[in-house]
């Protein structure tokens, strides 16, 4: 995990986040954007300010039968689909 950057989610969309999924809601054009179980219980840790690594702890113990290296890269390409939408900005930490 990227440990020299904090990870901010857009706050000027909308994000509807429960267990079984979500979505992003972009009021500018009213588009939405899916989000799966896994994707939702991510932007909700990210929301909270967690960093990545954090981030990934959470996912080894909820998913404890995948492999780490597998979750990390997971994550790793969830953050860049979300970098990709501009839904998330990495800023480097002081």
Known sequence: MDAQSALK???DVRWVLRDNGGFVYFPEDGKIEVLSSTAARIARSLLMGLPAETVLEQLVSVYAEV??????????DFLH??????LLARRPTT
């Open 81 to 86: 689909a979300l970098e990709m939408k501009g």
């Open 67 to 76: 492999p780490r290296h597998q979750l990390e890269a997971d994550l790793q």
């Open 9 to 11: 989610l857009r706050e």
